[in-house]
């Protein structure tokens, strides 16, 4: 069954009701978001990245998360989509600024936020979505992203 948008939000609020662990998670999953992307990005590819600097793994994962986001919300897609263009340049600049691999630094703050996450669902008294469905990984910032467009009155 393809759940609406409406579904997988009302589905997903059920474990992110607790006001603690919403302001995590406001904080974690659009750093998890990120670290996942920055991960993805430095994984070595066969192909020449001198050559084509942005197509890598992370370029190429996105494009099915952005079909599922575009399925869900052509705005809210959107919205991820220029969110996470915003991120690659950001990974960019830190490949520029820093001699540390991002990886390592992506790695890190990976498993501090989830951290939080499991802090926040304690603190909830329930599951990380997940657990139920796999695909809440891609909801979890599609709902952070909703929430930003319904406090600027942005149409979902």
Same mark, same amino acid.
């Given at each position: 069954?393809?759940?609406? *948008?409406?579904? /997988?939000?009302?589905?997903?609020?059920?474990? %992110?009701?607790?006001?603690?662990?919403?302001?995590?998670? /406001?904080? #974690?999953?659009?750093? +998890?978001?990120?670290?996942?992307? #920055?991960?993805?990005?430095?994984?070595?590819?066969? /192909?020449?990245? $001198?050559?084509?600097? !942005? $197509?890598? !793994?992370?370029?190429? #994962?996105? @494009?099915?998360?952005?079909?599922?986001?575009?399925?869900?919300? &052509?705005?809210? =897609?959107?919205?991820?989509?220029?969110?996470?263009?915003?991120?690659?340049?950001?990974?960019?600049?830190?490949?520029? =600024?820093?001699?540390?691999?991002? #990886?390592?630094?992506?790695?890190? +703050?990976?498993?501090?936020? !989830?951290?939080?996450?499991? +802090? &926040? %669902?304690?603190?909830?008294?329930?599951?990380?979505?997940?657990?139920?469905? @796999?695909?809440? *990984?891609?909801?979890?910032?599609?709902?952070?992203?909703?929430? *930003?467009?319904?406090?600027? %009155?942005?149409?979902?």
């Amino acid at each position: 069954m393809n759940k609406s *948008l409406r579904q /997988w939000l009302n589905e997903y609020g059920v474990s %992110h009701t607790n006001p603690t662990n919403k302001l995590i998670h /406001w904080m #974690a999953v659009p750093t +998890i978001y990120f670290t996942v992307v #920055a991960l993805l990005w430095a994984i070595p590819t066969p /192909w020449d990245r $001198l050559a084509m600097p !942005w $197509l890598n !793994w992370a370029t190429l #994962a996105m @494009v099915p998360v952005m079909f599922f986001y575009w399925r869900l919300s &052509g705005p809210l =897609a959107l919205g991820m989509a220029l969110i996470t263009v915003l991120m690659f340049g950001v990974v960019v600049a830190y490949e520029a =600024a820093f001699s540390f691999p991002i #990886a390592y630094t992506a790695l890190i +703050i990976f498993v501090v936020a !989830w951290i939080f996450q499991f +802090i &926040g %669902h304690e603190i909830e008294g329930k599951k990380p979505s997940f657990f139920k469905d @796999v695909q809440f *990984l891609l909801i979890g910032p599609l709902w952070v992203m909703h929430f *930003l467009y319904r406090r600027f %009155h942005l149409p979902v």
